[in-house]
């Protein structure tokens, strides 16, 4: 027998005092007068032994009562067979998935809360001295440090759902550091057991790995919604990346039903600037369907919007927020060589959308790229190690690159910058086989610029041309090209926004610059160089914004949305300032909508987010794949249990000790009860 509060013990001298009262009370005498004392010695002396037998009854009685009342306090236990030969504590991680997912109805309510109140059942079943460790998704330092009963029912109220999701390979790798942690710091487990509440979602459970020296017992607890069905707005996009004053724009989004049952007549919201419209969408089981709004964008500046639906599961994905802008102007500078023409700019002076810079290509200097979306080399012969970091500084920035070599085009250079592009490599000129024959139609370059067949074009012809070369590292796909397949116009499919000519645009080498097509396809280019920030950021990941740098750099600067007042991180990139919500921080403060960037004196621009849709696809593992894909990654697994109708946490067989503290009350309680009726039977 062993005592989970010793300390109470000391409380068992609050017997003297019905002691003393009793000694007291035998002491007192009282004086009879009386002629004869020969019958009165006789029924005073069996009186006096009756009293004295109800007395020290009475007595026991209530020192019972009371000592049981102090058993009860210090709540005695009998320990387990094999914890005698056992040393250290008991430890049980309870971890409970926060994610999104879990904000779902179940048979108890939210699957979340009902999570929160297995885990309280699981602490009022547990060992008395055991400790605890509560995980959520965040698994931060915070979370690493052992917790009393008391604490961890205080820590479970504070659980709140977060966007942060994950794998089941990070909660055992955490946990496992936990274990390793805990034996570097002397602390001595006697047994560990790990309780997994989730839904075990297909889409974000993910391989558990292995592990070679797995020592806890794990238990994984489903939790299962009423509704297995999930709608969601999937994704959305634009029919072009250009966001051009008064020019037409589509705006798409794909629908997604994860449910056995389809959906109809699905209401679909429509926000875009100051405009509203209602569209409706039949979705198929588990399939989707893609809704489109087309528009003008007749306002210039930010535009703000959002897609959203009506779905009675999760919220986090009903809506999808974006923001662009729409520009007035576009930024083109022309750096001319030795072999430069004039058609390049006057085909830009034909649309007043552009602003057009041209400079000798021996004053381009650090800065002159700064603010432009596209530039053109027009006709270089030779380009400087010095030029060609100023080029692929642009082009890393985000801008578009635009390359027409000269007429005696120097290799020696020119590949230094094109293999830095990852475009092909200049080597021989060739002067035959350069009829111009095949058109890519198929790449997106094209969308939407033909109105007739590419076939029945008037195609430039073509005296020289540069053969290029596809090194190993070259990311390029033809959009114009030879007969003999050789490559005439390429365009980079890597990060890097770029576009090569084989030729150049000399007459001497093609009638390439009189040719319809050149306009056509300089047109496109500057439409596709617009420089257009993420139409929006998802909360936690990696992602960059671009901001305006304040005017005042010592300001912080914020994002703010109804209430919500978060300091971004800020970094820079060469000339450029971007402004980041990746991070713990980011998932604990943001939420999904539009915020305005600024300082406290300026408004900076504005900026969409979402949450990840990695959750939105809700399918479930079945018992035997939980139990299989822990026991194959080498952990000690338990069979999965349900949640669904339990009372208490009985179902999980925690080792415990035998406590006794409740028959200890009514122990106390019965010996209160015969007190009480040797005083009502037992007259004197």
Known sequence: MKWVYPEFLFALAVILIPLLIHLFHFKRYKTVFFSSLTFLKSVEQN???????????????????FAFLVFAFAQPYIPLKNEA???????????????????????????????????????NDAPRTAQFVLLTNELSGAEKQSLTKVQFLEKLEKIKPVSLVRKSADVLRWWEQWMKDSENNDLTIASSQLIYLSDFQKSTFGNTGKFDKWSTLLYPVLLKPVNAGNLYVDSIWFATPVQKQGAKQTLYARLRNEGEDAIQNVDVNFSVGSMNRDVFADIPANGSDTVELSYFNNQAGKIRGSVTINDRQMNMDDSYFFSYAVREKSEVLIIDGESAVTNISLVYSLDDYYKTTVIPQNQLGSTDCANKDLVIVNGANQVSAAMADVLVEFAEDGGTLLLFPGSNAGTSGWNGLLSRLKLPLFTQLQTSGLTVKQINTKDPFFDGVFERKPEELNLPLVKQAYRLQAASATQSIDLLSFRNGNSFFVRGTGSLSC?????????????????????????????????????????GEDGSYPVAQPSNTEQAIHLKKEGIDYIPT????????????QGLEAVRQLESGNYSISTSAQQLGHLSINYNRKESKIASLSDTEIRDAFESAGIRTQSVSHAEGWSGA??????????????????????????????????S
């Open 47 to 65: 009186q006096k032994n009756t009293r004295k037998l109800k007395y020290w009854l009475l007595f026991t009685m209530r020192a019972l009562a």
């Open 85 to 123: 030969s056992k040393s250290g504590v008991n430890v049980i991680g309870v971890y409970v998935d926060n994610s999104f997912s879990m904000t779902r109805v179940g048979s108890n309510g939210e699957l979340v809360s009902q999570a929160r109140e297995l885990a309280k059942s699981i602490a």
């Open 570 to 581: 800020i970094f820079r990139k060469r000339q450029s300032s971007f402004l980041s919500i």
């Open 499 to 539: 576009y090569l000519s084989a030729t150049s645009l000399s007459t001497d080498f093609s009638s390439f610059t009189s040719n319809q097509l050149f306009s056509t396809v300089l047109l496109r280019i500057g439409e596709l160089s617009q420089r257009q920030a993420p139409y929006y950021l998802v909360i």
């Open 650 to 683: 009985g179902f999980l067989e925690l080792d415990q000790p035998y406590n006794y503290w409740k028959w200890c009350v009514v122990f106390a309680l019965v010996f209160l009860l015969a007190e009480m009726g040797i005083n009502y039977f037992w007259k």
